[in-house]
Each structure stands twice: as C-alpha cells, then as structure tokens.
C-alpha cells in the first residue's frame, strides 16, 4: 500500500519539486492577500476578473518556455501577437457592415489569417535561428523591432477598435460557466504539455536543451526541432494576440509592451531553467496565477502599478538567486555524499 | 593587414553601406548634403553613443544588457530631483552630472551583484533590475515631469561650439558636447584596446572558464564592467535630460533595442570576445542618419523602427553567415590535418 502511494507521488505532480514548492507559494499569496484585503481580493467578482487576464500572460509564457527550453529565447512573442491581432481585426472591420454585422465564416477566416500571421513571424524567427544560427536572443529582438515597426508602419500606431460583437463573444464569454478564455489556456497548455512529456519532438526539445553538443552527436536533427519550437512559440503567440483582442475589442501596435518581461518571469518562476532542457507546462501556469494574484491583491490594497514592476523584478531576480543557491547545495551535498561513500 | 581581409571588415562594409546611402539620400534630396544636417546627425548621436560604448563593453564580454536606458534615465531624473530638493548650486552643471554618474555606478553595482555575485544569466538579470529600477523610479522618486531642470542644466542645452546662420537663414549649431563625446570614446577604445582590464574584458567574451584558468579573476571582472556600464548609462541619462530640457521620467525606456542595434550592426559580435569601438560609432551614426533621413526619402516616420529592424536583420545576417563560412573553413582544415 505504502509503496503504491509512494508510486502515485512520484509519478504524480508532486514528483516535481519545483511545482511543489509553486503550489506552497499559490497558497501562501492566497491566503495573504485574502488576509489583507478580504472584502476586495476575495470576491467572486476578483476571481472571475483574473480568469479572464491570466490566460493571456499563461499563453504567451508558455511560448516564452517552449523557446527557452531549447536554451534560447523568444523575444518577439508580444510583436507577433500584436501582429497577429491587427490582421485580423483589420479583416473584421473591413467585413463589418454599417450595423456591426459579420458572418461567422469571416471571423473564422480572419481568426485563421491572424494565426497565418503568427505562423510566418515564427517561421521568419526559425529561419534566423535554426538555419542561419543567429543566436536566439538577438534574432527574436531584431524580428521583435521588425513585427513591431511594421505594425506601426501600416496602423499608422492608431488601434483598431470596435471589433464584432460575436468576435467578443469568445474573449468575454463563459463556457460551462467557466470564463472561455480559461478554457482555451486550458486547452493549449494540455495540447503543450503532452508535445512535451509525450512525443519524440518533445524528448528532442528537452535533449537539446541540456546538450546541444550531444544531441547534434546524435543525429536527431536538431536544427528542425529548434526550428519547430520557434513556428509553435508564433502560433501560440498569435493564439494569445486573438485572445486580447476578443477580450479588449482593440487591436494596437503597442499594447502589452510589458508582457515581455512578465513572461519571462513567469517562465522563470515557474521553474523553468533559463539555459535550457527542464520545465514544466503546470509551472507556468502556477506561477501565472500567482503573478496575476499578486497584481490582483496590490491593486486591491491600492499600490500603484509601478510598484507591482518593481515586484516583479524582485520576484525574477529573488527566483534566480534562490534557484543558483539551492542548486550549489544540491550539487555540494551529492559531492560530499559521493565523497562519504 | 592584406586588402582583402580589410574588404571583410565590418567597418568598411559600414562605411560603404553609410556613403551608399549618403548618396541616395542626397540625390533625392540635396538638403541632405548640408553642414546643419551633419550637425543634426551629430546631435542626435551624442546619448546613444555614450550608452553605446556601455553596450559595447558588455557585448564583448559575452554578456547583455537591456537596463542601461532605465539606469539612465532613473540617474539622470533622480540627480534633477536631488538637486531641486536640496537647492544644490543652480549654476552648475558639473554637480548634476557627477551625481548622475554616481547614481549610474550605484545601480551598475546592483546589476553586478546580481551577475557576478550570484550568476545569474545577463540577460535575465537586467530584465529584472529594469524591472526593479523603473518601479522603484516611479513608485518612490517620482512619477511627474519636471520641466523646470536646475538652471546649469538647462544653459548647457545650447552650449555650441560652432554657431552661425546658413545662407537658407537657419541656425546651424555644433553642440560643445562633441568634445567631451570624443574624448570619452578615445577612452574607451584606449581603455580596451591598452589596459589589462579591457584585454580581460576580451577575454571573458572568448570563454570564461579560459579566462579563470588565465588568472584572471571573472567576477571583478564582470563587476567592474558593469559598474563601468552604469557610470556610463548615467552620464548619458543626465545628458539627455539637459539636451531634452525636462526630465520626464517615462523617458528612454524601450531604447534598448535601437542602441543594441548599432552596436551589432557595428561589428560587435554577441556572442562576445569581438567588437571595436570605431564599429560602434559608425553603427550609432548609421542608425541616425537613416532614422534622421528617412523622411527626405519620402518615407514616413512611422516607419522608422521597421527600418531599423530590417537593418538589424540585415546586419547579423551578414555576421551570421560569415561565422558560418569562417567554421566550415576551420572544419574543412581540420579534417585536412587529420587526413
């Protein structure tokens, strides 16, 4: 009996020691910030208002962990899904009639060019990556700066606005009383999850991103899987773009500019190891709710919004310090065990 | 050196590319080719060049920075504050500027720790100390535009060294900053190419655990180059408030991308251990003159950061491949030994 447990805990999410720890830390901001702000933080109201922010940051971090998981990065994730978002928001308000009617194939079409988008920004970033070996950091800044200016350069930096209502529909409705956008991160993140822990491509992504040297040795094709991370970190993204859109009813050049920092502090704090090869879908998603919980609870207690960047910066270095510390003990206490026996 | 290896060079391919473009421009548009247009580009270059040669170091070192802008402006807004509230000597502009530079070093220093001290990735940890430093600017120092900069300050902004009516009737202004930008570039070229310190910084960019098995220690290194860096960003901070003539504290911040631009574009390679200071100041002069002119090409100015993006895919495509060359060429050697 003992030894079943034993299995289903180590087989089971708590087999992770970071998820582990992420879901101490969820309860411990829940309970703080319900502590502190009861009457504000712990509304349904509060509730059902970060379900529907937190798919957004989810879905773009768990872009930002499919790039990083290899050892590179994808800076370019918001231009893409502005991008993304300003296509089809384009191809709706053209389509529109006076009253504001759309038929649905539209919307599904423009939805599909919006993806296209993200799917040629993403291919655009594989090309400089995987077979141009421009490192990661600099390609994604380069295309970021590209999507972001030409995005200015055909909108003229106005937004597009007034999107169809049924368009809406999607980004602020409910699906079996679940918020819709909640379902979708939802989905993503299992479809993400069982590319990772379930097919070869995802075995592969984990390889190189703890060997590169090693899995170039054995012939798996590394620069396609590299180059396919990259196409899925577009899509994702522009997922993400549409997502915003539908929720807000606007498309802009330069909305979301901070998310890029805030996934990349997601990720990491999800227990994503930045050089590459160990993560966990469930981590970022943890860790986005935390984050949007304690965005939640700052405005709740009515700290300004600077003052949760500033929180957020800390919680990105305090995270890496704590994780460099750890891992030398780690390392420390095998070394010294190894030397005892 | 043989001429063909000059061809390669990433200075004269920039060199061509910046006449080719002079050309183009000014066939369109002859106001292109006058002495107040120069002196324009020049202006315009003074703060991106000084955060530049802070960028360059790092780059060499392996290493990357994206806080320099944010360390910047909060150096440059919190030496204005300091300064009005405790109604330091309104004249001069040396205090603000060494309060600036000291505010930069500070904040470098932060940045040093968090790198060197603990290792946590370049990248990742300026992510985040930008994070920290806007915040903290923003929720403690102050989040309103101040307009009215300290008296030194504000006379400095129309301190020229040349100035003298055109024949068309504008001004044309040669700002004195011109001297003092030239010297700290001198300095910092000296500083790299001359001291035992930039032939670590080098060397760090060549591999780390090599230069720890040269002697050289890495982490003062590095904590060295990234108080260097903040001296630097600050000293442009405060600069830029003079030159704007306000410290409006939402300033700079997204920058970045432009002055990492001109230092790529410039030679410097990413991936550390190469980069040259005349590169980089041909790459901020580049990147100005085409965001200065593209207008004169009837091209509108939103089309600006486009055009620096596809510049910058241009340029480390260009570097890319010729990395790619440059190992398959070793490769091949090699293999050719082993026959």
């Known amino acids: 009996m003992n030894e079943r447990l034993q299995r289903f805990s180590t087989a089971g999410l708590l087999a992770d020691r970071k998820v582990t720890q992420l879901m101490g830390f969820t309860t411990f901001t829940l309970i703080f910030f319900t502590v502190f702000s009861f009457n504000i933080f712990f509304t349904p109201e509060n509730f059902r208002s970060m379900a529907y922010q937190v798919p957004e940051i989810a879905i773009l971090s768990i872009a930002v962990m499919l790039s990083m998981l290899t050892g590179g990065i994808d800076l370019s994730i918001v231009g893409i899904s502005n991008a993304a978002a300003l296509v089809a928001a384009y191809i709706m308000t053209q389509k529109m009639t006076e009253g504001g009617d759309i038929s649905t194939m539209w919307i599904i079409a423009a939805c599909l060019a919006g993806i296209l988008i993200g799917l040629i920004c993403g291919a655009i970033n594989s090309v400089l990556i995987a077979i141009l070996n421009v490192t990661p950091i600099l390609a994604t800044l380069a295309t970021m700066t590209l999507f972001n200016g030409i995005a200015i350069g055909i909108t003229n930096g106005v937004s597009v606005s007034d999107l169809p209502k049924q368009f809406m529909r999607v980004g602020n409705g409910t699906f079996l009383g679940i918020p819709t956008p909640f379902v979708l991160m939802l989905v993503i993140a299992i479809f993400v999850g069982y590319l990772i822990n379930r097919t070869s491509l995802g075995l592969k992504v984990l390889l190189i991103g703890t060997n590169r040297k090693a899995a170039q040795y054995s012939v798996m094709g590394d620069r396609k899987v590299i180059a396919w991370t990259y196409i899925i970190s577009g899509l994702l993204s522009s997922l993400a773009g549409l997502i915003i859109a539908s929720r807000t009813s606007a498309a802009s050049p330069d909305f979301g500019n901070s998310y890029i920092l805030l996934a990349i502090v997601v990720v990491v704090l999800g227990g994503i190891n930045p050089m590459g090869g160990f993560g966990t879908v469930t981590g970022v998603v943890l860790a986005t709710i935390v984050l949007q919980m304690v965005s939640s609870g700052f405005n709740a207690l009515r700290f300004s919004q600077f003052f949760y960047l500033l929180a957020q910066g800390g919680v990105l270095v305090l995270v890496m310090i704590l994780n460099t510390v750890f891992e030398k003990r780690r390392i420390n206490r095998s070394i010294n065990k190894s030397l005892d026996s | ?339």
């Open chain 2, 1 to 339: 050196m043989n001429f063909r290896k000059l061809l390669r060079r990433n200075e004269t391919v920039l060199i061509f590319a910046i006449i080719v473009f002079s050309l183009v421009i000014g066939s369109k548009s002859p106001e292109f080719f006058t002495i107040a247009n120069l002196f324009d580009i020049l202006r315009s270059s003074f703060v991106q060049l000084i955060f530049a040669l802070g960028v360059l170091i790092v780059i060499i070192s392996g290493g990357i920075d994206v806080s320099f802008p944010i360390v910047g402006i909060f150096a440059g807004y919190t030496a204005v504050v300091i300064m009005r509230k405790f109604e330091l000597n309104e004249e001069s502009v040396l205090v603000p500027i060494a309060l600036a530079i000291l505010i930069g070093i500070i904040l470098g220093g932060l940045n040093a720790i968090a790198i060197a001290g603990f290792e946590i990735p370049t990248l990742i940890a300026t992510l985040g100390t930008a994070g920290i430093f806007r915040g903290f600017m923003l929720s403690f120092i102050g989040a309103s535009f101040i307009s009215d900069i300290p008296l030194g300050l504000d006379k400095f902004s129309t301190a020229d060294l040349i100035k003298f009516e055109s024949e068309a009737g504008t001004l044309v202004r040669l700002h004195v900053l011109v001297i003092p930008v030239a010297l700290i570039t001198l300095a910092v070229s000296l500083l790299l190419n001359r001291t035992i310190f930039g032939r670590s910084v080098y060397a760090l960019g060549g591999g780390v655990e090599s230069t720890r098995r040269l002697g050289i220690s890495v982490k003062r290194t590095q904590a060295k180059i990234y108080m260097l860096v903040g001296g630097l960003s600050g000293l442009a901070g405060i600069l830029y408030v003079s030159l704007q003539r306000k410290a409006n504290p939402y300033d700079l911040a997204g920058s970045e991308l432009d002055v990492i631009a001109a230092v790529v574009l410039g030679g410097a390679s990413i991936m550390g251990g190469y980069g040259t200071v005349f590169g980089t100041v041909l790459g901020v002069l580049f990147i100005n003159m085409i965001k200065n002119n593209l207008v004169l090409l009837g091209v509108s100015s939103s089309w600006q950061r486009a055009a620096v993006g596809v510049l910058l895919i241009i340029g480390i495509t260009i570097q890319a491949i010729g990395e790619n060359q440059k190992q398959k060429r070793q490769r091949s050697a090699t293999s050719k030994e082993a026959e």
